[in-house]
Every structure is written in structure tokens, then in C-alpha cells.
């Protein structure tokens, strides 16, 4: 489906959609703890908000099991103005996070031992996709829109192809995505997102200066990037996944009907079913026929 037709405020408005990581696992084990981390990301929204009155900001917490829309700027802040008082965006994210970040650790325990303590990512993903269309066929003016990973947790195998799906239906939307990853090994899903919808990746290298960081790289707008000198993609890791163990590998059996990537060789694809080597082995049989069959 054709994403709607753009209607845009003004080259400098901006619809910011963060995906916040919130997992536990990840910040249990982090040089820099979730609060700090919470701080300087509050600074950023705060100064992006205030860069200019239209922007727009909404933040989804990307949990270990789930994920949900923890803050809206054009609800929230509304919402206040109408009371009286004055927009107090802490206050409201703050307690959406933590009903958010109980209900993903209750999910958390009753999932079994082995799984990787990855983010549900796709699912933020996903959600943020259906957020910006949503926005696009509202029928009024809007910012432009872009997404922002705060990602910490590695990268989970599993969700590859809807991973994938989302990063490409960013890409025919012309929704950058950009992430600042701050986990130990960088992040290939994250790598790629930025890289095919014409985003920024970063990894900081000291997360104490987070918030300099969230500022000098990711606060300008799409429309005054193209005068600023951000960081370029080097290195970018274009691997894929295994559909049958979800291993990442650098060399695999690709289906030729649907594209299924897998790291051994199967008989069947367990995606669509198609038969693998059916034509060659139809064709062996033949042949082995023929010679056993006594010339007349």
C-alpha cells in the first residue's frame, strides 16, 4: 500500500518518534544507570520541543516482552494547557513508564531459560510506523516525521524478518530512522535500519555525555542536516539471519520462491513448503532410468 501524500507544516517542523529501551536486562548490566540514562533523555525532548512550538514529540517504551506508547506532546501537553497548568511533560512519562516497565516485568518471569534478553524492537517499530501513517491521513498539516532507536540491548534473531519489514516500509515512506545504540557490540539491525532509510547511526563512545551527544547529532532537522557534516556509515554489517536457528551468518540456502534464508541445507522450505531439488532430482531419476532400460 502507497503511503498518503505529504502535507507539511514548514521545512524546520519536526514529528520525533523515540523508541525508548527500557529493558532490564540490559540496564542491570549498563556502566550508566536507567536513570541517568531517563535524565538526559528528558533533556532532549525538552529541547526539542522548545526548538520550535510545532514540533512534536512521542515515545514508546521498547520493553523485554512488550512494548506501548508511554507519551504524546500533542495529547499530553493539551491536556495540561486545558487544566490550567503548566505542560509538565516528566510528570506524565514518568508514571506511564513505570505502570509501563511493571506490567513487561511481570511478562518477563514467566518467560523460559536461554531466550537472549533482547528488546522487542520490531514491535516499537511497527508501532511507530502506524503512528506517522496515521498522522499522514489525519488530513491536517503535519511536521515531518522520523524515528529515533535509544537501543542498548543486543540484537534479537528472531525478529529479523519483521525487522526487516518495518525498516523497508520506513524506506517507500520516507521515514529516516535513526538510532544511538549504547550496548557493548553495535547493533547490525539498527546498522541497516539507518543505512537503507537514509538515517543517522552512533554509537557514543562515552555515555556519560549522552545528552551532547543526543543534541549535536540527532536534534537538528531533516531539513538543516543537509548543511551539517553528521556521522557518515562505515563498516555497515549487511548480515542476515537464519530462518531455522535465527543465527546470524555470513553465508547460507536462500528459497527462491520467497526468499527464506537458511544456514543448512533442507529438503523443504519451511516458510512456503517448496521442495528443494525437486528439478534435479526429478531429472536424476530420468537419467538413471534411461541407462538401466535395454536398448531395442
Not at 543505512?195 to 536534534?219: R, S
Request: with cysteine; charged share 15%.
Amino acid at each position: 500500500m502507497a503511503s498518503a501524500p505529504s502535507k507539511l507544516y514548514a521545512d524546520d517542523v519536526s514529528l520525533v518518534v523515540v523508541l525508548l529501551d527500557t529493558n532490564p536486562f540490559f540496564w542491570s548490566s549498563s556502566s550508566l544507570s536507567f536513570l541517568q540514562f531517563l535524565s538526559h533523555v528528558l533533556s532532549f525532548l525538552n529541547s526539542i520541543l522548545t526548538l520550535n512550538q510545532l514540533n512534536q514529540v512521542v515515545v514508546i517504551a521498547t520493553g523485554y516482552n512488550s512494548c506501548d506508547y508511554i507519551f504524546d506532546s500533542s495529547l499530553d501537553l493539551k491536556r495540561s494547557l486545558e487544566n490550567g497548568r503548566m505542560p509538565v511533560m516528566c510528570s506524565s512519562l514518568l508514571q506511564k513508564l513505570e505502570e509501563f516497565s511493571f506490567k513487561d516485568e511481570q511478562l518477563s518471569k514467566e518467560e523460559p531459560e536461554g531466550r537472549i534478553k533482547c528488546s522487542l524492537l520490531s514491535g516499537s517499530l511497527s508501532m511507530a510506523l502506524c503512528y506517522i501513517q496515521r498522522v499522514f491521513r489525519s488530513g491536517a498539516l503535519h511536521p515531518h516525521p522520523r524515528i529515533l532507536c535509544l537501543q542498548g540491548s543486543p540484537d534479537g534473531p528472531e525478529q529479523y524478518v519483521a525487522i526487516m519489514n518495518a525498516i523497508f516500509s520506513a524506506q517507500r515512506s520516507v521515514v529516516p530512522i535513526d538510532s544511538c545504540y549504547m550496548g557493548a557490540q553495535n547493533s547490525a539491525f539498527l546498522q541497516q535500519a539507518s543505512y537503507i532509510t537514509g538515517g543517522v547511526h552512533h554509537k557514543p563512545q562515552n555515555l556519560d555525555g549522552l545528552f551532547q551527544y543526543l543534541m549535536t547529532i540527532f536534534a537538528a532537522d531533516l531539513h538543516s542536516r543537509s548543511f551539517l557534516h553528521l556521522p557518515k556509515p562505515v563498516g555497515v554489517d549487511f548480515r542476515a539471519s537464519c530462518f531455522c536457528h535465527k543465527n546470524t551468518i555470513d553465508m547460507g540456502y536462500i528459497c527462491s520462491v520467497c526468499l527464506s534464508i537458511f544456514c543448512k541445507h533442507h529438503k523443504k522450505c519451511s516458510t512456503c513448503g517448496s521442495v528443494f531439488g525437486q528439478a534435479q532430482s526429478e531429472a536424476a531419476s530420468a537419467s538413471d532410468k534411461k541407462r538401466k532400460t535395454p536398448e531395442t
